[in-house]
């Protein structure tokens, strides 16, 4: 079993930053991949970011540019700029190896 915990959501005005920190804790593999999902209201789950134990990133395609995936070992960072309205959603850390584990979620409001 893998456990997530995320944490750094908030309120924030358009055109802040925020950075969400996740830690991963149990039964580790060294081939996995790490990432951030998010799911708004009446939306699906959509891709953030991910990024692979050797440092390989993939990003959704809204966030190019302005979102910045990052990884210590079992720590990964979301480092969001430029925050838009449209970025208002539940913020899902993810940990995948043979198997795939969600956190409980970090709610970031973009609003003024």
């Known amino acids: 079993q893998v456990q997530l915990v995320e944490s750094g959501g908030g309120l924030v005005q358009p055109g802040a930053s925020l950075r969400l920190p996740c830690v991963a804790s149990?039964?580790?593999?060294?081939?996995?991949?790490m990432g951030w999902y998010r799911q708004a209201p009446e939306k699906k789950r959509e891709l953030v970011a991910v990024?692979?134990?050797?440092?390989h990133t993939n990003y959704g395609g809204s966030v190019k540019g302005r979102f910045t995936i990052s990884r210590a070992n079992a720590k990964v960072y979301l480092q969001m700029n430029s925050l838009k309205p449209e970025d208002t959603a539940l913020y899902y850390c993810?940990?995948?190896?043979?198997?795939?584990?969600w956190g409980q979620g970090t709610q970031v409001t973009v609003s003024s």
């Open positions: 990024i692979t134990n050797g440092g």
């Open positions: 993810s940990y995948r190896d043979i198997s795939g584990y």
């Open positions: 149990g039964r580790l593999l060294d081939i996995n991949v």
